[in-house]
């Protein structure tokens, strides 16, 4: 037992001021189910503070990251978290609210620059940079009064499922750890917040990596429309593809935190190709236990096992998969959905011309083409100066630094030698960027937004991943990546730049998480929050690892809101057979 944690119990406990006479029942929560609007309610009534918050996480994170199943999600804790939550303590005490997430612990995906903090992406090499300032959605957080309590761990250069990094190990799955993946690149995010070291995880995607861990870890992850939050201050690896986004327990916790992330930034690199407008007055206001009422739910067939395989369409779905696919369905109709198959005719374009076939649509480069590596190579660069380090001024200063039988070798390599060559290039230098991005919005709009217009059809649903959560052995993983392929609507939400949002949908035989996925219309996240909202009300599936069971002093009751009249006293204590339990209305 840690020093640290034997004196979090001693201040917990000295933090019952009185018991009110005449209290019917008290608001209680677990620090293992506990929400932010749970956090916020104990704050405001005097009950909690940031600064105990953030200890009884750094305990867990002692208890379970460092120690005990060794889940390894933490990277780098930030040293100065407790002084912040202090701080934060201090201007809640004299009346000062910066936001919605005042005092509220979240992580931060290692890709992102959180100052004062090394920045790895996940590379060995690179855990020497430290940030000199905050990626934009980092500032966003800060602003709305989030304690930044440190950098979560990845996968190496963002590069895959495995949730493998080379700075700084593997991450282990909290509900399988003994051979399942937790999902990557944002492994160290979901399996953070699933084990309950904090509140609220950034993600990153490109091509899942928000989704993927958030099905594994049983989280709401939300990846959201190219360019409506800020990349800046994160590393890149396919500039037109990247997002960042919040990965959480719940809708609401998602909700809350768009509202705080979602701004304009003079620095965003969308900023010529995205709506005026881009969001709504308040995210939160769309949830809505009757979202679902009235609104048609195109299942996509190809992504529920109904295409046809011959022509490249569509992979076979597990059959525990299937059969918690079938349940979310009779929920969905039970909330007063309609639902109707149908084939995404964006979806055949591609998918059939270009992946069965050869034929790029409309006219757009390949992805892996040389304005990505061009833009990724900039980037890279103005990160590594951005740096200031006295060892790595450039990023072609890896070639030597990093050993040539390093796996990776040749792609650094790649990267240097285009910045030395003098052709690493920003986007707006790149004018196959434009043709790419018109190509796709052509075809975004004509094959996907028409159709849905067309038919009806509010949003899509289907399984976030049609597969459990594969091996952590690499061969293994690839036979399940071979069978069930590696992520449906792939195509939708990471290249043509749509909302795809994943909310629980239960646990398999042997308690892997399972995911339903709403994918919504181009700068729709509002909507399909709503209808994530609704699913997750009337299912309530979140069930935190049995791996990482709550420490003493985690579970809490008090009175919320005391009666006028009332003794202005607040009752927290651990909850024991004393404690009074009050249900909340999710």
């Known amino acids: 037992m840690s020093d640290r944690w034997k004196q979090n119990v001693l201040a917990t406990s000295s933090l019952t001021l009185a018991l009110i006479p005449g209290i019917a029942e008290a608001a209680t929560f677990s620090l293992q189910e506990a929400s932010i609007a749970d956090v916020n309610a104990a704050f405001d009534a005097g009950a909690l503070t940031s600064s105990t918050l953030t200890q009884l996480y750094l305990n867990r994170i002692d208890t379970y990251d460092r120690a005990g199943p060794n889940l390894n999600s933490v990277a780098y804790l930030n040293p100065n978290a407790l002084a912040e939550a202090a701080e934060l303590d201090e201007l809640r005490r004299k009346g000062t609210i910066l936001g919605p997430l005042h005092g509220i612990p979240v992580l931060i995906k290692d890709s992102y620059n959180v100052k004062g903090l090394p920045t790895s992406n996940g590379v060995e090499a690179l855990k020497s940079l430290t940030a000199t300032d905050d990626a934009f959605a980092v500032k966003q957080l800060r602003d709305a009064g989030a304690v930044i309590l440190g950098k979560a761990n990845m996968s190496t250069w963002a590069f895959s499922y495995d949730g493998v990094s080379e700075a700084y190990g593997p991450v282990i799955n909290p509900y399988a750890p003994d051979d399942r993946t937790p999902g990557g690149s944002s492994s160290g995010s979901g399996v953070s917040v699933a084990s309950s070291m904090a509140l609220l995880a950034m993600g990153g995607e490109t091509g899942g990596s928000i989704r993927v861990p958030s099905t594994h870890d049983s989280l709401v992850g939300l990846k959201p429309s190219a360019g409506l939050i800020s ?15 919040p990965m959480a327990k719940s809708v609401t916790d998602v909700a809350i935190s768009m509202d705080a992330l979602v701004a304009y930034d003079p620095n965003n690199i969308w900023n010529p190709y995205i709506p005026d407008n881009p969001r709504p007055t308040s995210y939160t206001a769309y949830l809505d236990d009757n979202s679902l009422q009235g609104k048609v739910l195109a299942l996509p067939r190809p992504y529920i096992g109904k295409g046809d395989p011959a022509k490249g369409e569509s992979f076979p779905i597990d059959p525990q998969v299937a059969e918690a696919f079938e349940q979310a369905k009779e929920v969905l109709e039970a909330q007063g959905a309609t639902l109707i198959e149908v084939d995404i005719p964006a979806h ?5 011309d270009y992946l069965v076939e050869g034929n790029l649509p409309n006219g757009y480069p ?7 590596l ?6 890279y660069e103005e990160l590594i100066k951005g740096y200031n380090d006295d060892e790595i001024k450039s990023f072609v200063d890896l070639v030597d630094i990093i050993p040539e039988d390093n796996e990776n070798y040749e792609y650094v390599k790649e990267i240097a030698d285009i910045i030395a060559a003098g052709e690493a290039k920003p986007w707006e230098e790149l004018p196959e960027v434009d043709q ?6 052509k075809l975004r709009t004509e094959e996907y937004e ?8 509010d949003a899509f649903v289907f399984p976030s991943l049609n597969y459990l959560a594969p091996p952590q052995d690499e061969e293994e993983a690839s036979e399940v990546y071979e069978l069930y392929g590696s992520l449906p609507a792939r195509f939708e939400a990471n290249i043509l730049g749509v909302p795809g949002i994943t909310v629980p949908m239960g646990y398999s035989e042997e308690g892997i998480p399972m995911s339903l996925e709403f994918l919504g219309n181009y700068y729709g996240e509002a909507e399909i929050l709503g209808y994530a909202y609704d699913y997750e009300a009337a299912t309530n599936l979140y069930q935190p690892p049995a791996l990482v069971p709550a420490l003493p002093g985690e579970e809490f009751s008090y009175q919320p809101i005391p009666e006028p009249s009332a003794t202005p006293a607040i009752v927290l204590f651990g909850l024991g057979a004393f404690a009074l339990k009050y249900k909340r209305k999710r």
Request: charged content about 25%.
């Open 366 to 372: 390949s992805p892996e083409s040389t304005r990505n």
């Open 450 to 457: 028409e159709f849905m217009a067309e038919e009806g059809i």
């Open 436 to 441: 790419a991005l018109e190509a796709i919005a």
């Open 231 to 245: 990349v800046a201050g994160t590393w890149p690896l396919t500039t037109e593809r990247d997002v960042v986004g």
């Open 348 to 352: 055949e374009t591609w998918f059939i």
């Open 374 to 379: 061009q833009s990724r190579a900039y980037y």
